[in-house]
């Protein structure tokens, strides 16, 4: 008995991004989307991914922040 198999065409790609508040640098600058997977049954999500532009950012970082304790 021998199995046959089929090949699959399936895509990732993202959905729309939207602007989150980042909790990190304190303002909007975050980004997110959902990460799609496209095959022949049907759409699923498989993540959503989140990118800031401030503190993800590898040629600034964001100086640490000083927290003055009395």
């Known amino acids: 008995m021998s199995a046959r ?3 699959m ?5 993202t959905g ?3 602007e989150l508040w980042c ?3 304190r303002a909007f600058t975050l980004l997110a989307a959902e990460l799609l997977l496209l095959a022949p049954d049907g759409v699923s999500v498989l993540d959503v991914v989140q990118w800031c532009e401030v503190c993800d950012d590898l040629d600034h970082p964001p100086r640490p922040r000083r927290t003055d304790r009395a």
Not at 9 to 13: E, G, H
């Open 5 to 7: 198999r089929q090949a």
């Open 9 to 13: 065409a399936a895509v990732v790609t």
């Open 23 to 25: 909790s990190g640098c």
């Open 16 to 18: 729309t991004p939207w």
